[in-house]
């Protein structure tokens, strides 16, 4: 039994050596610079998913370099295109045969809200592309209104399978999509406010 017990810690420990080696390898290849990846690294840890806000920008770092708006036009690109992505999965999983009337009535509703979601981030994006120094002020208060708002109408869509209205598998599904899409829309949210908080 020992011998048995031994074997699986020798395993688990070189799976974990392995994970970590190879956490480390892919954290290290988007490096276009040390310092820039850093300066990701360094934003990040001020946002509420710091882990999740390093892993889904430190590709870009080459793009972001060490800029600021970079780095909040990025979170936003990579929020806007997990926003549609989601929201096209749901649209598929609402058909699917089996759901119960109320489940098809959450998970369209869901697909409405995050239709939304979109709009307010493309529209953020749009607007954050045309700031100048005379207007700094006004579309920065705009975009993290708009952002704001599709943190909510991301919430609002999570609300709608609370309790028992899904079945197991297809709340966990939407659950965990939903969940990341927020989770990314607060932290593009956090690099916008620093963002404006530089200019204040």
Known sequence: MESFSSHILSALLFLLAFTTSMDSASAARPTAGGTNTEFIRTS??????????YTSLSTHAAAVRQDHKLLALTALSVTLDSARSTSTMMGKLSHIRGMRPREVGAMKDCVEELSESVYQLSRSMKEMNEIKGSNFGLIMSDVQ?????????????????????????VKTAVREKIVNVAHLTSN???LINSYAALHN
């Open 44 to 53: 990040c840890s001020a946002t509420t998913y710091p882990r999740l806000c």
């Open 145 to 169: 209104t708009w952002v704001s708002a599709a943190l909510t109408d991301e919430d609002t869509c999570m609300e709608g399978f609370a309790g028992k209205v899904m079945n197991g598998k």
């Open 188 to 190: 593009a949210l956090a």
